[in-house]
């Protein structure tokens, strides 16, 4: 069984400071992590991903994640907000291949930039 | 087309109705993801098909769900005697053949259901 804990559901940060969200997980194998990202009436996108080889993880727009398996967490991080970061994050944990790749999506956090 | 396509974007229905929702995926995807994403939470895993079959359907939540997938590309989910628990936006995924790649979903921008 898999799950994911997303600690805010929402945050909110000004421009030009950093960006954090928190997230925990549990598997009870070595799993795939990935954060999606979804701007309003936009489809889910992928920032990036963790699959087992480097354990800092860079991404699309200035996002990083760290895996940390002794704390099991997976949490984003951006150094400097910018406007068109305000959307809803999702850390997502994906099942064994033989099992599908099926997603299990946290709850979410929600991003307010302000100016 | 480039990337997954959903139709219709919006459906507004009647409780006891019946609704279908229509994914197109990516071409060459074997595989096909539906998922359910109600108002204020992550989405939640429907049924996901591997070429034509259904794989995994653990996530249909009653037997008033249905989804298919006749060829292996375009696939169909179907929703019969509608309440109004079922409004949420419906999201399908694709991805290349489930054994060759490490879980990464190519997302539409679903299907909002609101039932009356």
């Known amino acids: 069984a898999q799950s994911v804990t997303q600690l805010d559901s929402h945050v909110s940060v000004s421009e030009g400071t950093p960006v954090l969200l928190r997230c925990n997980y549990s598997?009870?194998?070595?799993?795939?992590l990935f954060w999606y990202v979804q701007h309003p009436n936009k489809g889910l996108q992928l920032l990036l991903k963790y699959t087992s080889a480097a354990t800092l993880v860079k991404g699309i727009n200035g996002f990083e994640a760290e895996f940390k398996k002794s704390e099991t967490s997976f949490h984003l991080t951006k150094p400097s907000a910018h406007m068109s970061d305000a959307a809803e994050y999702f850390c997502?944990?994906?099942?064994?291949?033989?099992?599908?790749?099926?997603?299990?999506f946290g709850g979410g956090t929600r991003v307010l930039v302000k100016p | 087309g480039a990337g997954v396509s959903q139709t219709p974007s919006n459906k507004v229905t009647e409780k006891g109705k019946y609704v279908e929702l229509r994914c197109d995926p990516i071409s060459g995807h074997t595989a096909l993801y539906w998922y359910r994403q109600s108002l204020g939470q992550g989405p939640e895993f429907l049924i996901y098909?591997?070429?034509?079959?259904?794989?995994?359907d653990s996530g249909l939540p009653n037997d008033r769900f249905f989804a298919v997938r006749p060829e292996g590309s375009v696939s169909t989910l179907k929703i019969q005697r509608t309440e109004r628990g079922d409004s949420a936006v419906y999201l399908c995924?694709?991805?290349?053949?489930?054994?060759?790649?490490?879980?990464?979903?190519?997302f539409g921008e679903g299907s909002r259901l609101t039932v009356l």
């Open positions: 995924a694709s991805s290349e053949q489930v054994t060759a790649n490490t879980g990464e979903l190519f």
């Open positions: 598997s009870s194998y070595s799993p795939s």
């Open positions: 997502v944990v994906s099942g064994l291949r033989a099992a599908g790749n099926k997603l299990t």
């Open positions: 098909f591997q070429g034509t079959g259904a794989a995994d």
